[in-house]
C-alpha cells in the first residue's frame, strides 16, 4: 500500500537523524508534507535534498518553547494545516541518583519532558479548530521497566507515557488522538552519546560504533536483531494513517519482545 499519508501535513521534531529522520522519509514516500527540526542545520539540509521537496528543515532547540511553537506555525503557513505532530527529538539525560544536580535535573526534564509537553501544546491550539489532529510521543521502555535506561531519562519517559494519555482523554472529544511509542534497544547514535556526539565524528567511525551497537543489541533482545529506526517510523505511520483512527491514549511498545525478558539474554 502507498500513499498512506496523502495530503497530510507533519511537524517531525529530531527529525536529523536516527528514528526521526527514517520517520520523515517513510512519511514523505507515504505522500505527506513533513516539516523536520533538529539543530544540525547541516544534517538537515541534507535530508531535505534526500527527501525532496515535500519536506522543509528548520532548526529548532526543543528545550525552548519558541521555537516548537514556530514549528507549527511554519507548517501551517507553508501547509495550510497540521495533521500529525510527532515530538520525538531527545537524546541522553544529566546526572545520576548520587551526582543529579538542579541543573540537570532541568535540562533532563526540559529536553525529555517538557519537548513533548509543549509540543502537545502548541499542536493541539491549532489542531482543535481543525477538529482533528494526530499527536505522537516518542516514549521508552525506559518508562516501562528499570534498566533500560538513565535516572531522570527514564523518570522523563514516564512522564512522556503518562501525560499522552491525560492529553488523548481531553483532545479525544476535539477530534485529536494522542499516541506514544515505546522503542526498545533501536540502533542509532543515542547509545553513543546522542546526535551532538555523533556529529563531531566522521562516518567511517560512526559507521564501526553502529555495527558494533547492532550486534550487542541483538544479543539482548528475544528477536534476533536490534531494532532499527524504521521499525519505530512504520509504527508513526500506521498511527499517522487513517489504519490508526480509532487508536488513542495507547503505548505502542516496539522491542523486539525485550520488556517480556525476565532476564538479560547472554
Ligand atoms: N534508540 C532507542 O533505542 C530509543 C529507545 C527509546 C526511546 N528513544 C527515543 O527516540 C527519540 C529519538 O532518538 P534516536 O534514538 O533517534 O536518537 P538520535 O539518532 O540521537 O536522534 C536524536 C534526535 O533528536 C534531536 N535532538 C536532540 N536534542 C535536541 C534539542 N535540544 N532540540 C532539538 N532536537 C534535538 C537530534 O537532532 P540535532 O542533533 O540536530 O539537534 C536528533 O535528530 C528520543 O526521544 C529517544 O529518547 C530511542
Known amino acids: 500500500m502507498s500513499g498512506r499519508l496523502q495530503g497530510k501535513v507533519a511537524v517531525i521534531t529530531g527529525g536529523t537523524s536516527g528514528i526521526g529522520a527514517a520517520t520523515a522519509e517513510v512519511f514523505a514516500q507515504e505522500g505527506a508534507k513533513v516539516v523536520i527540526a533538529g539543530r544540525s542545520e547541516e544534517k ?4 531535505v535534498k534526500r527527501l525532496g521537496e515535500n519536506v522543509i528543515y528548520q532548526r529548532a532547540d526543543v528545550t525552548r518553547e519558541e521555537d516548537i511553537k514556530a514549528l507549527i506555525d511554519l507548517a501551517v503557513n507553508r501547509f495550510g494545516k497540521l495533521d500529525c505532530m510527532f515530538n520525538n527529538a531527545g537524546g541522553p539525560d544529566r546526572g545520576t541518583l548520587d551526582t543529579v544536580s538542579m541543573d540537570d535535573f532541568v535540562y533532563s526534564m526540559q529536553l525529555l519532558l517538557g519537548s513533548a509537553v509543549f509540543g502537545i501544546k502548541h499542536a493541539a491550539a491549532v489542531m482543535k479548530p481543525q477538529g482533528s489532529g494526530c499527536i505522537i510521543n516518542n516514549a521508552s521502555i525506559a518508562a516501562i521497566r528499570t534498566g533500560q535506561g538513565g535516572y531522570l531519562y527514564s523518570a522523563a519517559k514516564a512522564g512522556v507515557t503518562h501525560i499522552t494519555k491525560v492529553a488523548g482523554v481531553q483532545l479525544g472529544p476535539f477530534g485529536i488522538r494522542v499516541n506514544s511509542i515505546a522503542p526498545g534497544a533501536i540502533a542509532t547514535p543515542i547509545f553513543w552519546g546522542g546526535s551532538q556526539v555523533a556529529n563531531t565524528l566522521d562516518d567511517a567511525a560512526n559507521q564501526r560504533k ?16 536490534a531494532g532499527l529506526d524504521k521499525d519505530i517510523a512504520y509504527a508513526a505511520l500506521f498511527l499517522a494513517s487513517d489504519e490508526g483512527s480509532f487508536i488513542n491514549c495507547h503505548d505502542l511498545v516496539v522491542d523486539g519482545g525485550r520488556t517480556s525478558l525476565f532476564y538479560e539474554k547472554k
Open 44 to 47: 538537515g539540509a541534507a535530508l
Open 210 to 225: 553502529m555495527e558494533k551497537l547492532m550486534r550487542s543489541l541483538a544479543n539482548a533482545t528475544p528477536l534476533p536483531r
